[in-house]
């Protein structure tokens, strides 16, 4: 113990160790320092959501919500990495309507057989009501209704793909990783391929400005690859991170890394519809989009405010 000792002392009192020791002493107070002069932040700050996406309305244009908002089971809930989500199914109320309500009507009187779509006994009551009234009658069959909903959600995706949309917000805040649970993976994972992968440019209407406003979204087609002959689906995507919009998740990454940028969040907007028209599924979710990301956009924080506090 004696000779390690002495040797140890030895060593502590060599030049080079003492000029290492001292370089890398520099090295951490300079980089203490130009951290803090520089204000670069290498963990991103939580950004609040100002409203929670479950407060989004059930109406939105003419688009309604036919689903029950309901928690995802907590191993699923894990995986998806956030609290902050909701699923819904919306349909187009003019067009497809009285489908729905002929649907229920028919479950109604007969929960034993299958249910039978009578269009022209519906549609005459349907047709005649208002906006209004067709909602208020679309609410009370529901409400009524002892089908299991996600039967009738899946009929009217089936019957309407140009007219019902599944709509899922996910909502991420305070790191800066990967992107997760993107269409890419998660349905090849769940034994689906991609038929087609496009990019898209969807106009959202106008800037007060008057100039015209788009947004880009990734459009895939699915295809079920396992042999169960599962119904194809269509699904596009986009992302809203530190106050823009963005379709490629490497770029959002990118974003949230930035150095100079204390806070961070991003959303995942993804709309799905099932079937194999491919111009119907993305008239149907362009159409919805247009009318319900004035909504989705009051769930999103002011980015100006929060990019101008860096105290």
Known sequence: MNDFTSSLGRVLKQPIFLSVCGILLLAAVTLN?????????????????????????????????????????KEVQDYLGTEKYVYRDYIQVDRCGADLLAYLDRSDKDQKGPPVMDQAAAATTFNAASFDQRVQMIHDALARNTLDRKKLVFAMEAAHPDSAVNLGLTYYTGWADTVAHIPDRCYIADGYEPSSYELKSWQMGQHASGKARSVDVRFISFQDNTGSN??????????????????????????????????????????????????????????????ARPEIERCFPDWNKISQSRT
């Open 33 to 73: 320092a130009s951290v803090h002069y520089m204000q670069l932040y290498f963990k991103k700050e939580p950004v609040p959501q100002p409203r929670d996406f479950h407060e989004l309305p059930p109406v939105m244009g003419h688009w309604m919500q036919i689903s029950i908002d309901e928690p995802l089971d």
């Open 230 to 291: 599962r119904v194809s689906k269509c699904v596009a995507y986009l992302f809203h991170t530190n106050g823009q919009y963005q379709n490629d998740p490497l770029v959002v990454r990118q974003v949230l890394q930035n150095l100079m940028q204390r806070y961070g969040y991003y959303a995942k907007i993804e709309m799905m519809s099932i079937g194999e028209d491919k111009t119907a599924s993305e008239k149907a979710m362009r159409d919805f989009l247009s009318v």
